[in-house]
């Protein structure tokens, strides 16, 4: 059975920095795109950032310049590095993937807490 499961959420200051970290487990046989998503309070919930297997990326505006996604395709985890965080940035982060394992499909994570306050 094909899993997410995300780690690194937080709180964090005004201008400080976090980074996800999401790891799929399971009979895998590739895993084409990852992504992180966010949906805050009240929102509808809206892509982040996202990864191909080719390591080419996209990022929503709001991110561009502070988030950077990455890969580690070795070890099924995509990250997320995120800096000079806002409180327009607190959301619960979910990763998402298409992963080929018995089928095709797309897998989310739990979702993890992230709260930049001061």
């Known amino acids: 059975q094909v899993q997410l499961v995300e780690s690194g959420g937080g709180l964090v200051q005004p201008g400080g920095s976090l980074r996800l970290s999401c790891a799929a487990s399971?009979?895998?046989?590739?895993?084409?795109?990852m992504g992180w998503y966010r949906q805050a309070p009240g929102k509808q919930r809206e892509l982040v950032a996202a990864?191909?297997?080719?390591?080419?990326?996209n990022y929503a505006d709001s991110v561009k310049g502070r988030f950077t996604i990455s890969r580690d395709n070795a070890k099924n985890t995509v990250y997320l590095q995120m800096n000079n965080l806002k409180p327009e940035d607190t959301a619960v982060y979910y990763c998402?993937?298409?992963?080929?394992?018995?089928?095709?499909?797309?897998?989310w994570g739990q979702g993890t807490q992230v709260t930049v306050s001061s």
């Open positions: 399971g009979s895998i046989f590739r895993i084409n795109a």
């Open positions: 998402n993937a298409e992963i080929v394992a018995n089928t095709i499909g797309m897998y």
């Open positions: 990864i191909t297997n080719g390591r080419s990326t």
